[in-house]
């Protein structure tokens, strides 16, 4: 697995969070969870980013992935599928 460090903007209600976080625990990519519902730190910090405020976001490296595309993200990991 790459050594990036991996952010994911999250609410605690949305369901394509959860299958993100999923996703991501079952292929053992280590990433931080960023709720944006109850740090309005982390809301700024993900719309600077990403220009919106839907979630999932997922910061990947350099890379910004808004909602859960499983095949982007896996790409970007290196996740064969």
């Known amino acids: ?11 605690s209600s949305c369901f394509y969070c959860k299958i993100a976080r999923e996703f991501l625990k079952r292929n053992n990519v280590a990433f931080e969870e960023r709720d944006v519902l109850t740090s309005p730190a ?3 910090e993900m719309e ?3 220009h919106q405020r839907g979630v999932p976001v997922l910061l990947i490296g350099d890379g910004i992935y808004v909602g859960f595309d499983r095949p982007a993200i896996a790409s970007a990991l290196g996740i064969k599928e």
């Open 1 to 11: 697995m790459m050594n990036t460090q991996i952010i994911v903007y999250t609410t």
């Open 42 to 44: 982390f809301m700024r």
């Open 48 to 50: 600077e980013k990403s």
